[in-house]
Every structure is written in structure tokens, then in C-alpha cells.
């Protein structure tokens, strides 16, 4: 073999490009010295220039195979749909506050709650990461997603286990959370140090992931909310929300959770047989939308949203406009989608002023139940396809809707199925 073939199969093997004139140099030295001892004995053993080069290169050669090898026994532990170059970071262009945790940051970049796992995305669902969840916290069940960006995400199950990663989920840190404060429902976290968490004595902050909590204010507390039902969000580290059950209730902080206050919604939201806690808010700087169920049947049939708009960070609210459906699904203060019981779906471009149905194209038999836009284009949703049976606790069994990620690239008229992990 020539010898700067080996040459460059030994720099391959290291991933590490030489200098410039590195192998005329080398290939100078071998040739034209000899190797002695300090007392001026020569190792040369009649040796010719060509056997000396010889050896050389075989020298090269043996290394340029133990580099390899040690190459492809670590990319046997590497996940193999993890690129060599991670992806550049993205800020997530979905508004974090639209769902209860937000499982969705772009239009490539999307989260699936699995059974005890987390499947991350970052392009669009052609592959995807898997985050075990450890077994078996009972009194905790539940798994939040906050995504930060596209590379920073926190995963928090229960209030037990923290995970935190800095390069969209190749590499996680784990931390084990102190919370003891007597409930246990997921803390909401801003971003993978500062969280916010309310318990039987008031309102807990952290700034170390999870690892140490202070007291800020005796208000909220499990005393007055259920953590379960009625959530904590912050916008930053300044302004934030909890939203209580209740018809037209919203706390409003501007202090880090040091005081609150009931935001003011005018005229007061219709009466309605779900309870009527507010969807949303969903803010976009200081201006946001949120909204409260109007009449209808039990299954939803019939039902309208109000949808009370803000200028002043939340502590306002007023000029309801009617959403035909059940659930809104805002991407900025002008356009919204909203999604009615049967899975119909509507947009509007001018906040509320106007609406347009959209006639989505499904395969046979599914229906969508909940959208994320993720732009003007592309959208992420999840429809019912048939159903599963599953066993009860107690014995017997029953059928459940089976519910499937689907997504949308021409603003929701067309929906494809998003294949996860191992299907």
C-alpha cells in the first residue's frame, strides 16, 4: 500500500487533518537518519533506505487499524439516528402556553408522551430519540415536556426525576428533586435551572434544577388550588399565571410570584356545564388571547368559544369574540385555528373577525382532537384512529380511543400519519 495512502487513513482514523508538507516531512526523516542510542550505537542492522520505509509504513498501517477499531466500537454505542453534526439551534416558534406542557417547539421539532419514554423529534418525525423514564415512582406518575429551544429541553417526571439536555437529547443530566412540599404534580420549569413549583404551605422556586427549594410567598398554595387541575406557568422570571377552575378566575404575578392578583375579565364569561376554566392565556409579549366554553350539549355539539383578548400582560381582559368550536389553538394575536367535538376545523386570520372551515383531508375513519401550529403552514395534531382495548385494574376489559400524531404541511387540509419510534 503507498505510503500516503496510509498516511491519510491514520489522520481519518483520528478525524484530524494535518498540516500542510506533514508527510514529505515525515517521509524525509525516515529516509535520511538513523536511530542511535545517547552512546552513539547504531540500530540500523545493515538495514537499505526501502526496508527502513517499509517498516515505516507498516508501522503507520498497524495504527491506522487500531484507530479504526476503536472507532467502530464506539459508534456501537452511539443511537444511530443521531446525526455526527448536531442540528443548529431553533427557537421554538410555538407559543410554550398552549397546552397544559407544550409538546411541540417547530415545525421539525416535536415531542410524543410514550409508555415510560419520551420520543424526541427534529425533523419532522422521520427519526427520533428515546428518553426511559425510570420505573417506578407510583406517586408521580405524570411526565412534563418544556422545551426551551430546539436543542435545550427539560423533562420532569413527577416530582421525583429532572432531566436536562443541552444537544436536543443526545446527552441528558439527571437531578434529583428535594420537593417535599406535599404535592405531586410536575413543578413547571422556564428553562432547565429556574422552576416554580406551589405545594401545602404556598409558592417553591428553584434555581438549580430541582435540587434546592425556597419559599417565596404563602399564596398560591394547595390549600386554595389542586396542582392536579389548576397549573402554574411563567412567562419569565418576573411574570406568570395560575389558572384555577372556576368561571372567569386568572392570577396574575408580576413580581416572581411574590404577590398576585385576580386578572379582571369584562364583561364576565358565559356560564357553561363544563366549569368553564379558561384555555389559555396564550400571550405574545404584553397582548394575548384567551377562552371560555359558550353552550352547548353534553358532548360538546353546538359549542362556541369566547375569546377575550389582552394588551396589558394579562391583568385585563375584554372584547370577547365568538370561535366556532371547542378549542382554540392560536398561532399569534391575529391567527387562530379552533377545533370543534367532531373534529372540524376553522382559521381565522383577523382575530376572530372573520372564519373560514377548513375541509381536512384524513384517512378513513380518524378524526382530529387537538392542533398545534407550528406556522402558517405546518401544523402538528392528534387524531383517534379505531380503538384499543386495554385491561381495567380490576378486571374486564375496555375499548379506548387509539390516538395517533399526525401532521399537517398546507395549513391543515391535508394530514399525514407521523410513524414513531419502532413502527
Same mark, same amino acid.
Given at each position: 500500500?503507498?505510503?500516503?495512502?496510509?498516511?491519510?487513513?491514520?489522520?481519518?482514523?483520528?478525524?484530524?487533518?494535518?498540516?500542510?508538507?506533514?508527510?514529505?516531512?515525515?517521509?524525509?526523516?525516515?529516509?535520511?537518519?538513523?536511530?542511535?542510542?545517547?552512546?552513539?550505537?547504531?540500530?540500523?542492522?545493515?538495514?537499505?533506505?526501502?526496508?527502513?520505509?517499509?517498516?515505516?509504513?507498516?508501522?503507520?498501517?498497524?495504527?491506522?487499524?487500531?484507530?479504526?477499531?476503536?472507532?467502530?466500537?464506539?459508534?456501537?454505542?452511539?443511537?444511530?439516528?443521531?446525526?455526527?453534526?448536531?442540528?443548529?439551534?431553533?427557537?421554538?416558534?410555538?407559543?410554550?402556553?398552549?397546552?397544559?406542557?407544550?409538546?411541540?417547539?417547530?415545525?421539525?421539532?416535536?415531542?410524543?408522551?410514550?409508555?415510560?419514554?419520551?420520543?424526541?423529534?427534529?425533523?419532522?418525525?422521520?427519526?427520533?430519540?428515546?428518553?426511559?423514564?425510570?420505573?417506578?415512582?407510583?406517586?408521580?406518575?405524570?411526565?412534563?415536556?418544556?422545551?426551551?429551544?430546539?436543542?435545550?429541553?427539560?423533562?420532569?417526571?413527577?416530582?421525583?426525576?429532572?432531566?436536562?439536555?443541552?444537544?436536543?437529547?443526545?446527552?441528558?443530566?439527571?437531578?434529583?428533586?428535594?420537593?417535599?412540599?406535599?404535592?405531586?404534580?410536575?413543578?413547571?420549569?422556564?428553562?432547565?435551572?429556574?422552576? $416554580?413549583?406551589?405545594?401545602?404551605?404556598?409558592?417553591?422556586?428553584?434555581?438549580?434544577?430541582?435540587?434546592?427549594?425556597?419559599?417565596?410567598?404563602?399564596?398560591?398554595?394547595?390549600?386554595?388550588?389542586?396542582?392536579?387541575?389548576?397549573?402554574?406557568?411563567?412567562?419569565?422570571?418576573?411574570?406568570?399565571?395560575?389558572?384555577?377552575?372556576?368561571?372567569?378566575?386568572?392570577?396574575?404575578?408580576?413580581?416572581?410570584?411574590?404577590? $398576585?392578583?385576580?386578572?379582571?375579565?369584562?364583561?364576565?364569561?358565559?356560564?357553561?356545564?363544563?366549569?368553564?376554566?379558561?384555555?389559555?392565556?396564550?400571550?405574545?409579549?404584553?397582548?394575548?388571547?384567551?377562552?371560555?366554553?359558550?353552550?352547548?350539549?353534553?358532548?360538546?355539539?353546538?359549542?362556541?368559544?369566547?375569546?377575550?383578548?389582552?394588551?396589558?400582560?394579562?391583568?385585563?381582559?375584554?372584547?370577547?369574540?365568538?370561535?366556532?368550536?371547542?378549542?382554540?389553538?392560536?398561532?399569534?394575536?391575529?391567527?387562530?385555528?379552533?377545533?370543534?367535538?367532531?373534529?372540524?376545523?376553522?382559521?381565522?386570520?383577523?382575530?376572530?373577525?372573520?372564519?373560514?372551515?377548513?375541509?381536512?383531508?384524513?384517512?378513513?375513519?380518524?378524526?382530529?382532537?387537538?392542533?398545534?401550529?407550528?406556522?402558517?403552514?405546518?401544523?402538528?395534531?392528534?387524531?383517534?384512529?379505531?380503538?384499543?382495548?386495554?385491561?381495567?385494574?380490576?378486571?374486564?376489559?375496555?375499548?379506548?380511543?387509539?390516538?395517533?400524531?399526525?401532521?399537517?404541511?398546507?395549513?391543515?387540509?391535508?394530514?399525514?400519519?407521523?410513524?414513531?419510534?419502532?413502527?
Amino acid at each position: 500500500m503507498d505510503d500516503q495512502i496510509l498516511f491519510d487513513e491514520f489522520h481519518a482514523a483520528y478525524d484530524y487533518e494535518p498540516r500542510a508538507g506533514s508527510f514529505e516531512r515525515m517521509r524525509a526523516t525516515l529516509a535520511n537518519s538513523e536511530v542511535r542510542t545517547p552512546h552513539g550505537i547504531s540500530f540500523g542492522f545493515g538495514l537499505s533506505d526501502r526496508s527502513r520505509r517499509l517498516i515505516a509504513a507498516l508501522t503507520i498501517a498497524l495504527l491506522a487499524i487500531a484507530a479504526a477499531g476503536t472507532f467502530l466500537a464506539i459508534q456501537q454505542y452511539t443511537h444511530r439516528t443521531v446525526p455526527v453534526v448536531p442540528p443548529p439551534t431553533v427557537g421554538c416558534t410555538v407559543n410554550q402556553l398552549l397546552a397544559y406542557d407544550s409538546l411541540v417547539c417547530s415545525a421539525d421539532d416535536a415531542a410524543v408522551l410514550g409508555a415510560g419514554e419520551v420520543l424526541l423529534t427534529h425533523d419532522a418525525g422521520r427519526t427520533w430519540l428515546s428518553v426511559k423514564m425510570p420505573c417506578c415512582f407510583s406517586d408521580s406518575p405524570q411526565i412534563a415536556v418544556r422545551w426551551i429551544d430546539s436543542e435545550n429541553i427539560v423533562v420532569v417526571y413527577g416530582i421525583h426525576l429532572i432531566e436536562v439536555t443541552s444537544d436536543g437529547g443526545i446527552h441528558w443530566q439527571v437531578i434529583r428533586s428535594t420537593w417535599d412540599g406535599g404535592t405531586n404534580y410536575p413543578p413547571f420549569f422556564l428553562n432547565a435551572d429556574e422552576g $416554580w413549583q406551589y405545594g401545602s404551605s404556598g409558592l417553591f422556586h428553584t434555581i438549580d434544577g430541582g435540587a434546592h427549594w425556597t419559599t417565596v410567598s404563602s399564596f398560591p398554595s394547595a390549600k386554595e388550588f389542586d396542582p392536579w387541575a389548576e397549573p402554574l406557568f411563567l412567562m419569565d422570571s418576573e411574570d406568570g399565571f395560575i389558572r384555577p377552575s372556576g368561571s372567569g378566575q386568572l392570577y396574575v404575578t408580576r413580581d416572581d410570584g411574590l404577590t $398576585w392578583s385576580r386578572a379582571v375579565v369584562s364583561p364576565g364569561p358565559p356560564d357553561s356545564q363544563f366549569g368553564n376554566v379558561p384555555q389559555g392565556p396564550f400571550m405574545f409579549g404584553r397582548a394575548g388571547a384567551m377562552a371560555f366554553f359558550n353552550a352547548g350539549d353534553s358532548l360538546g355539539n353546538g359549542t362556541t368559544l369566547s375569546v377575550y383578548e389582552t394588551a396589558d400582560g394579562g391583568l385585563t381582559w375584554s372584547g370577547p369574540r365568538s370561535a366556532p368550536g371547542l378549542w382554540l389553538a392560536p398561532l399569534d394575536v391575529k391567527v387562530w385555528w379552533v377545533l370543534d367535538g367532531q373534529g372540524h376545523l376553522s382559521r381565522t386570520s383577523d382575530g376572530g373577525q372573520s372564519w373560514q372551515r377548513i375541509q381536512t383531508n384524513l384517512a378513513n375513519g380518524m378524526a382530529l382532537t387537538s392542533v398545534t401550529p407550528a406556522g402558517d403552514a405546518v401544523l402538528w395534531g392528534v387524531a383517534t384512529n379505531g380503538y384499543v382495548a386495554k385491561t381495567l385494574p380490576g378486571g374486564g376489559v375496555k375499548n379506548y380511543p387509539n390516538l395517533v400524531t399526525v401532521r399537517s404541511t398546507d395549513g391543515g387540509a391535508h394530514w399525514s400519519l407521523v410513524k414513531l419510534h419502532g413502527q
